[in-house]
């Protein structure tokens, strides 16, 4: 009897079957925010928030008074060189509150932006070691700031009566605006931390970067310095209506600045949109990188 040879193998049926093989590979296009997996780690997030207004006040002599010393100091200097040197005006109030008003949301949103961009890189060990979600990490230094801000808008409601200031109902909008402002500081802040992965010198241009968006924005002087021709231009910084709608809604300077906050608001929302798709998408490499 003749026998037919076979070239395929023989497959040991006592032998386990063979693993599956999963292939990971980027996903192309929009990769959304699971808004859920937020909402799960939110505790995480309160943790990391808490755990940076800790360590900023941890060891210094002052504690939480920085919250109250910076601005009132920034307020005397802008005081002393605008006002009485250069001679720049606040209209119908004294120029120390014109001032300080508008240094609160830009604390805050300055300090929200340096936080933020930093975020990542300094959480180094955490990131590379476990999982979560990393658009906490933007997002709770972003949230500690909130705690600076509220000290030093409890001085400024002190100031206000002593200058014979009362705020009138527009005061209600006031949220809109430091919504407006953390949401800005958001923006810009995903673009910066997740360039500062990949490119660590970012760290050394952000100082630069917040003083001279500190000029451009109308907290030393009013926005009707500004040409007419240039307001538009003007407004596309968005911390322009921030710092505007704060001083109408606690001062009642002007009337609302409806064409500013209207160019601020979209440029605030393209900032976001280009800033939550490049951080997610580089959001995968961030442990191999960092």
Partial sequence: MSSIASDSPVRDESAPPPLPVTRLRPRPGWIAVDLRELW??????????????????????????????????????????????????????SYPVFAFAALLPWQLFSYALNQSSNSLVASERLITKIYFPRLILPLSSILSGVVDFAIAFAILLVMMPFYGIYPSWAILTLPLFLVLALISAIAVGLWLSALNVQYRDVRHTIPFLTQFWLMITPVAYPSSKVPEQWQTLFSLNPMVGVVEGFRWALLGTGEPPHKMMFVSIAVTLILLVGGVYYFRRMEASFADVV
């Fill in 40 to 93: 799960q780690y939110r505790e995480l997030l309160g943790f990391f928030a808490l755990r940076d207004i800790k360590v900023r006040y941890k060891q210094t002599m002052l504690g939480v008074a920085w919250a109250v010393v910076q601005p009132v100091l920034t307020m005397v200097a802008f005081t002393l060189l605008f006002h009485k040197l250069l001679g720049v005006e606040s209209g119908n109030h």
